[in-house]
């Protein structure tokens, strides 16, 4: 069997203030099978992280770097 290496393909989802959805298993399933139906399925994400902002920059961007930090904890 081959060793796997490589990233995994990740998604974090911005809630909205309003949004109902339960930080779940189930959500989280559901989330993956909507975007496979959407895009190739080996674009879509393995896993899902939920939040209710992203980190960003003093420039107001986006920091990956602070997103790969609490992808890894």
């Not at 393909?9 to 989280?28: H, I, P, Y």
């Not at 674009?43 to 209710?52: G, L, R, S």
Request: no cysteine; net charge positive.
């Amino acid at each position: 069997m081959a060793k796997a290496t490589g990233e995994i393909v990740t998604a974090v989802v911005v809630l909205k203030s309003d949004a109902a959805v339960l930080k779940s298993d189930a959500a989280e399933e559901e989330f993956i099978r909507f975007v496979k139906q959407r895009i190739a399925k080996y674009k879509a994400p393995k896993k899902i992280y939920f939040t209710v902002a992203l980190p960003k920059t003093g420039s107001g961007k986006i920091s990956k770097q602070e997103i790969k930090m609490m992808l890894r904890t």
